[in-house]
Each structure stands twice: as structure tokens, then as C-alpha cells.
């Protein structure tokens, strides 16, 4: 059960760990990720920060990964929202959560798609700075988590 969604408004945290074990018995693990936005970036204060995306497309690659991490890892469900338009600091941007039998298949596969959604998946962000507008480009330490994924095929 993978569900994916790319939206504009608040997620509930809460609920959604909850939608991925209640009255599952067989799920042993349940691993989630939320990115919240920053404040401050390269020593400038965020005023707000906007999300971009093609609709159709970054579904379409949302779900390619999902089933990747399925086939890589035992799992029993996933979630993968991520927010798009304009959000303020603290704002919940993404969420990933993975069910499985066991905490490693969970672990691993949510470190997976959280390294997969920071440097591959079809966003686009602007921070809105103090400094003025800069566009966000993937950081060189998220590309060297995402390659590390390369060698495990």
C-alpha cells in the first residue's frame, strides 16, 4: 500500500503514522521522516519559502521511487507527501512514512526515499530571504547520500 500525495495544504503527522499500522498486525516498525522548513540558510533569515513542481510528472516520479524502495526492502506500506506553494518557517514540507515487519527494512528504505525526494524528485525551491530571492540547489552532501543508494543495486 504506497500512497503518495503533492499538495498545498498542512499534512496531520499524527494521522498519518496512524493510517500506516492501525489494525495491522503483521507491521513490527513504523519509521517516519518530517522535513520542516528552516529559518535560516548560508547565514541569511528565510522569510518564506516556495515549492514548485510539474504536476503529472512529479507524481509519476514520487511513484517510480516508492516502488523502487518496494522492491528493495519487505514492506508493508508507505507514505510520501510533500508540499508545494508557499510555506513559512516551521512548516511541515514533507513527510515519509514506512511500515514494515521489522525496524531495518523501515529505516533503511525511509533514508532511501527522504535522500531520493532532497536530490532527485522534480521540485523546485526559492527561498525568500532577507538578502532577497535565491533558488535552492541540491547541497553536495545530499548527492553523496543519494549516490551511496547507487552502490546497493
Request: charged share 30%.
Amino acid at each position: 500500500m504506497n500512497r503518495i500525495r503533492v499538495q498545498r495544504e498542512p499534512f496531520d503527522i499524527a494521522a498519518e503514522q496512524h493510517d500506516l499500522w492501525r489494525g495491522r498486525a503483521e507491521i513490527g516498525a513504523l519509521v517516519t521522516f518530517v522535513g520542516l522548513t528552516r529559518d535560516i540558510n548560508e547565514d541569511a533569515r528565510i522569510e518564506r519559502l516556495t515549492l514548485e513542481h510539474y504536476p503529472g510528472m512529479t507524481e509519476k516520479a514520487l511513484e517510480a521511487i516508492a516502488a523502487e524502495a518496494a522492491d528493495r526492502w519487505s514492506l508493508g506500506g508507505l507514505t510520501l507527501i510533500h508540499r508545494i506553494g508557499t510555506l513559512a518557517p516551521q512548516d511541515p514540507i514533507v513527510f515519509v512514512g514506512v511500515a514494515s515487519r521489522h525496524r531495518g527494512d523501515a529505516f533503511r528504505a525511509c533514508e532511501f526515499l527522504i535522500d531520493y525526494l532532497k536530490t532527485k524528485a522534480p521540485f523546485w525551491k526559492k527561498e525568500s530571504r532577507t538578502d532577497g530571492e535565491h533558488w535552492v540547489a541540491a547541497r553536495v552532501s545530499d548527492e553523496a547520500a543519494a549516490r551511496r543508494w547507487e552502490s546497493d543495486l
